[in-house]
């Protein structure tokens, strides 16, 4: 995202650290927006201690690990993100937005950060947030020996530190501007389907907080993302003037934008929804890509079988 004068001072709107569910879920969702999005991933994902995925929907027979992996990479390098698999040692303030610097690469700046790991228990982030907590859990300014993401306890007579699961909010969002934590997340489960599902939501938020930063008033910074048949957009809903119609409701009256903005905005955002329908054609065109798409990982041992059970069944019909 450029600034006045044309030029990006980040080298990536978003870098999200962690590749796993939660963070390749994240990274589809900002990049598909147009958000250039890096994912570092030194394969820690917590999902790899597992020896096969049997409860994430979509695989009657589950799936191993190996393919899980390969797929949420594949799917997030489709929608736009880089894959680096490297290790991110820590991330700091920059001059605006963050430094993230990983073990073997050059370090980075982005415009926001997605915390998306469960490794080092997000000590990569300490010294964002120099706040503390007080017994009560309301926010109070403490030394530079504390930071409010850590919370302290005592085990067997020893003091420890651990990454506060609670400290950011629902939709991942922080006190440190422009820094969301898709996990640890206190209230999301560690099953896989669920921290994708999470992952998703702080995708959205980051979005939009971009279309907000970007001069979309609140009336029109929702974001979704979803496809529809051509044929639904039918009678009025087939019409711009209608579109248009449609959006300028949802300008508030109190906006400040210059009607060129605004008209720009609206225009964009009605080809955007116009892009959402796609044709039967196109839809078929998708879905044998789909499939192709899936066929790539899949052993090709057990691809000759089956196509060799699918000529024995020709046969026999014939």
Known sequence: MADETGTDPFDHDVVVVGGGPAGCSAGVFTARNGLDTVIFDRGRSSIQ?????????????????????????????????????????????????FVVRPQSG??????????????????????????????????????????????????????????????????????????YVASPYEPTSPQAIMAAGHGARVGVAVVEAARRERGYPEGLASYYDWVRPESERTGEWSDRDRWREFFEERFPDDHDLSPERAEEIREREIDRRFDMYISDDEAERRRKEGQRRLLDHVDDDLVLEAAREIEAERETDD
């Open 49 to 97: 201690r597992c020896a096969h995925l049997e409860n994430y929907l979509g695989f009657p027979a589950g799936v191993d690990i190996e393919t899980f992996y390969d797929l949420l990479h594949d799917h997030a390098a489709e929608a736009g993100c880089a894959v680096v698999p490297d290790l991110v040692e820590s991330v700091e303030h920059g001059d605006e937005g």
């Open 106 to 179: 050059e370090a980075v700046t982005a415009r926001r950060v997605i915390a998306a790991t469960r490794y080092d228990a997000g000590e990569y982030l300490r010294g964002l947030d120099s706040e503390g907590r007080s017994p009560s859990g309301s926010r109070t300014k403490s030394g530079d020996d504390e930071d409010a993401m850590f919370e302290t306890h005592e085990y067997d007579g020893e003091t420890q530190q651990h990454f506060d699961a609670e400290y950011a909010d629902a939709d991942g969002s922080t006190p440190v501007d422009g820094l």
